[in-house]
């Protein structure tokens, strides 16, 4: 089973800019769609954006919608979130996650449709 770890998390002011990171333990990660979530302290981990084994098709919250861009290189093993114009209700513990093996063409939103997680990456926006 692949594992994952993020990083690239920190500290940064709003309007500012970040890069999170995800890099997976074994090859073959073009195996797996892939995707971000996000949880603030006490919310629901909700879904930030969505990445198909090739990266051809992207999909992406409403509330980062146009500012953060999800992308990957498989010949790395690692997949990226570069998030723009950051505001401080982006502030929360943002974590990558794996579907299991195989590309169904269905665009991947909810929690139980991921099956391994990393561990998290603190994200923290000052206003």
């Known amino acids: 089973q692949v594992q994952l770890e993020e990083s690239g998390g920190g500290l940064v002011q709003a309007g500012g800019s970040l890069r999170l990171s995800c890099a997976a333990s074994?090859?073959?990660?073009?195996?797996?769609?892939l995707g971000w979530f996000r949880q603030a302290p006490g919310k629901e981990r909700i879904f930030v954006a969505y990445?198909?084994?090739?990266?051809?098709?992207?999909y992406y919250g409403d509330s980062v919608k146009d500012r953060f861009i999800i992308y990957r290189d498989n010949g790395k093993n690692t997949m990226y979130l570069q998030m723009n114009d950051l505001k401080p209700e982006d502030t929360a513990v943002y974590y990558c996650?794996?579907?299991?093996?195989?590309?169904?063409?269905?665009?991947?939103?909810?929690?139980?449709?991921?099956?391994?997680w990393g561990q998290g990456t603190q994200v923290t926006v000052q206003g």
């Open positions: 074994r090859r073959y990660l073009s195996r797996y769609d």
């Open positions: 990445i198909s084994t090739d990266g051809g098709n992207r």
């Open positions: 996650a794996a579907a299991s093996e195989g590309s169904t063409g269905v665009v991947r939103t909810t929690v139980p449709q991921y099956t391994t």
